[in-house]
């Protein structure tokens, strides 16, 4: 207890009763339980702030020029107080007043309404509606422009300025002396300047380009700092790689590689349009790159194939293009020259040597003979799935879903794979987009295959599913 600096009073009883004690620290006298001094509590209620003596906080509010308004309500609730100098009342706490935090309005911490209408007024600005906060908008109008803006108290007294129009009318730039900047720099305006942080149109009065700039950017940017060059960028690379006799150099490196210059050179990273001298197709090259990496023509490297070698592959696949060609990756439409149907293979894997008609591929499912739709399910997975098959294969795929545990619910015969195909589809976008039932078994769980046609057995019935089968087949 000693070490808890509490000197006892009276003899030890137990651990659980109140053993009466003299505060060392504060010299009050209180009744800890030796239990909870020996777990870490504080014995003395009152050093640890849970308990307050009234008679001390009385001197504490008379010592802040304060008059409690009300019975002291409890150490962690609003007390209103009295300001004894300025008359005001506010909120306080046992917290604030503990450590010596008195009138908020005396000390600056806050502001009178009275105040803060002089602070406004005199900035040309008058109120018209109540003050809340320095912190919140404050509708005001102007006095001389008699306009109304939201302004706060708090950036008035930072910034000193008032109304928001009246102070950016002395403060913008005019027209004529945005106009004189930007002809300086050697551009010609295409358009009228407006403000300084919206872009404004511009033209090189020397090569011709158009950019956009900030106004704003205009009056600090005169030169550049590397070169020292007044006015359009563009300009100022060219004139600098003009004298350095950079260009000269660059274009020897592209002839030795084996390259037709097109245009005039502009830096090492700027796209460089050319012409392979071998296989006379047009690109465009980094120098850098070239220069460093020796890179020579990518078509005749084998790389990148022309509209003919890609024109060309097409037909060995027997499918003649019927749109301009896009990426490999892109779905391409095309005519079957077997059967004659349109189909939209992608020439990533035609090349490949993957894909091609779907009608006529040598797939599991044919789309020009029958098939059937099947709907099968999975007591121990819980789930079900949608499926087809061709009428000649349909007992070797059956088998092999039945040889994991799924059981055949129902089945339809339809005329083609291609019906099977879309009716399939149409379920599976049914059970994804509009029912928002995600593929539910997963992939190590089907070593057969199939897992992404899978739904909760929890979620939907095979009746529901069987139905809109149904539904869809007879459209």
Partial sequence: MLGASLEPLAPFVDSKTKWKCNCILC??????????????????????????????????????????????????????????????????????????????????????????????????????????????????????????????????????????????????????????????????????????????????????????????????????SKS???????????????????????????????????????????????????????MTKQYSHVKSENKGCKYCSGNYLNLEQINLIMLNAQLEPLEPYVNAQNPWKCKCLKCGKVVKPRFGGISAGIGGCKFCGPHGLDFNKPAFIYLITNQVLGAHKIGVSGKEVQTERLKAHNKYGWQLYKRLDVETGEAAFLIEQEIILWLRK??????????EQMPQGGFSETVDALEIDLPTIWAKVKQLSEQ
């Fill in 27 to 224: 010299g009050r006298e209180v009744y800890p339980t030796y239990s909870k001094v020996k777990a870490g509590y504080k014995g003395c209620l009152y050093c640890a702030g849970k308990k307050v003596d009234l008679e001390e906080i009385a001197k504490q509010i008379k010592a802040l020029h304060l008059v409690a308004v009300g019975e002291y309500p409890g150490a962690s609730t609003n007390w209103k107080m009295k300001c004894s100098i300025c008359n005001e009342v506010f909120n306080s706490r046992y917290d604030y007043l503990k450590i010596g935090r008195g009138c908020p309005f005396c000390s600056g911490a806050r502001i009178l309404a009275k105040d803060a209408i002089r602070i406004m007024r005199e900035v040309g600005l008058e109120p018209l509606e109540e003050f809340k906060s320095v912190a919140s908008p404050w509708k005001c109008r102007c006095n001389i422009c008699h306009k109304t803006s939201s302004r706060t108290l708090h950036n008035v007294k930072v910034t000193g300025k008032g109304c928001p129009h009246c102070s950016f009318v002395k403060t913008r730039v005019s027209q004529d002396k945005m106009v004189a900047i930007a002809r300086d720099l050697g551009f010609e305006p295409l358009e009228p300047y407006e403000t300084q942080t919206k872009l404004w149109r511009l033209k090189c009065s020397k090569c011709g380009i158009e950019t956009s700039r900030f106004p704003a950017s205009l009056g600090f940017r005169k030169r550049s």
């Fill in 228 to 282: 020292g060059k007044i006015g359009c960028l563009a300009c100022v690379t060219k004139q600098k790689v003009s004298e350095s006799g950079q260009g000269g150099v660059a274009a020897l490196v592209m002839e030795k590689a084996g390259f037709e210059i097109l245009e005039a050179y502009v830096s090492a990273k700027h796209p460089w349009k050319v012409r392979c001298k071998k296989c006379l197709m047009e």
């Fill in 434 to 443: 509009e029912l928002n039932l995600g593929v539910y078994v997963l992939k």
